[in-house]
T-cell receptor
Framework: SQTIHQWPATLVQPVGSPLSLECTVE??????LYWYRQAAGRGLQLLFY??????ISSEVPQNLSASRPQDRQFILSSKKLLLSDSGFYLC??????????????FGDGTRLSIL | AQKVTQAQTEISVVEKEDVTLDCVYE???????LFWYKQPPSGELVFLIR??????QNEISGRYSWNFQKSTSSFNFTITASQVVDSAVYFC????????????FGGGTRLMVKP
């Protein structure tokens, strides 16, 4: 069966520091991968998605970036965090291909607090 | 452009009551898929159901049921005999014709079930 792992679970970082959140998927090949952010008490905002290695699409311009160095690895990064980057970050995967619009499956999330 | 509206931001019920969570969507795609996810206090999103636009049959799974009405662009979710463990934020989402299998989420409805 497929599993998705995200780490760390919680993170406290000072303003201006770098960020690296990692997500890996097991049990499937060529998944679509996604990064979402959820501000406190709010809905989900899609940040990035990827349909293959090295292919990243950005949905919202910001100081975050994403990379997909391997088929089942998706990394969210920042060179300098802002206070507004605080939130709950969720990674998700789905089966490649839009023909049947398969559901996305989510990791446990990373709670990021910027001080 | 696609849009999902969950007009109820918070609902509070007493255990064993039935509760319906509303979802209204907008899309120009003729083929699309609708989803419901549950986000318990622990944070991860749990996939509940996927429904395609050609299948208007209602679905029942245990205490959960879903009513898809294409004529009113609604996909409502009913929990029968609610339990405290049903307390969570519930998200409705829509996916149309897009290469990345992306979802448009509603703002979520926070359900509180009191004992």
């Amino acid at each position: 069966s497929q599993t998705i792992h995200q780490w760390p679970a919680t993170l406290v970082q000072p303003v201006g520091s770098p960020l690296s959140l990692e997500c890996t998927v097991e049990g499937t090949s060529n998944p679509n991968l996604y990064w979402y952010r959820q501000a406190a008490g709010r809905g989900l905002q899609l940040l990035f998605y990827s349909v293959g290695i090295g292919q990243i699409s950005s949905e919202v311009p910001q100081n975050l970036s994403a990379s997909r160095p391997q088929d089942r690895q998706f990394i969210l990064s920042s060179k300098k965090l802002l206070l507004s980057d605080s939130g709950f970050y969720l990674c998700a995967w789905s089966v490649l291909g839009a023909a049947t619009n398969q559901p996305q499956h989510f990791g446990d999330g990373t709670r990021l607090s910027i001080l | 452009a696609q849009k999902v509206t969950q007009a109820q931001t918070e609902i509070s019920v007493v255990e064993k009551e039935d509760v319906t969570l509303d979802c209204v969507y907008e899309t120009r795609d003729t083929t699309y898929y609708l989803f419901w996810y549950k986000q318990p206090p622990s944070g991860e999103l749990v996939f509940l159901i996927r429904r395609n636009s050609f299948d208007e049959q209602n679905e029942i799974s245990g205490r959960y049921s879903w009513n898809f009405q294409k004529s009113t662009s609604s996909f409502n979710f009913t929990i029968t005999a609610s339990q405290v463990v049903d307390s969570a934020v519930y998200f409705c989402a829509l996916s149309g014709n897009n290469a990345g299998n992306m979802l448009t989420f509603g703002g979520g409805t926070r359900l509180m079930v009191k004992p």
